[in-house]
């Protein structure tokens, strides 16, 4: 069973903007924080924000923090992560996860790609 799906993805000038969505199944969505990893080409998988169940501020990798928002729709079981002022090196499959921590992922999406068309 599919847990979470991801959307948004595609080619982007840098400076512009993307949204990606995940629609999470409820069994997901129900862990402690739900978030975003991305994978660039020939490097490892890194965090980029994650949003906890309970409504805390939103945390958020450096290089990407007052760029990017990370936002949860409990009501639709979505997170959506707006990406702002886009640079190349934010060109990566970008991953939707859930779990305890950001540390301890239960359920990761199949991925969807980001990148710079400049």
């Known amino acids: 069973q599919v847990q979470l799906v991801e959307s948004g993805g595609g080619l982007v000038q840098a400076g512009g903007s993307l949204r990606l969505s995940c629609a999470a199944s409820r069994r997901a969505f129900s862990t402690s924080i739900i978030g975003w990893f991305r994978q660039a080409p020939g490097k490892g998988r890194e965090f980029v924000a994650a949003i906890n169940r309970s409504g805390g501020p939103p945390s958020y990798a450096d290089s990407v923090k007052g760029r990017f928002t990370i936002s949860r729709d409990n009501a639709k079981n979505t997170t959506d992560l707006q990406m702002n002022s886009l640079k190349p090196e934010d060109t990566a499959v970008y991953y939707c996860?859930?779990?305890?921590?950001?540390?301890?992922?239960?359920?990761w999406g199949q991925g969807t790609q980001v990148t710079d068309a400049t």
């Open positions: 996860a859930a779990g305890g921590s950001s540390y301890d992922i239960d359920y």
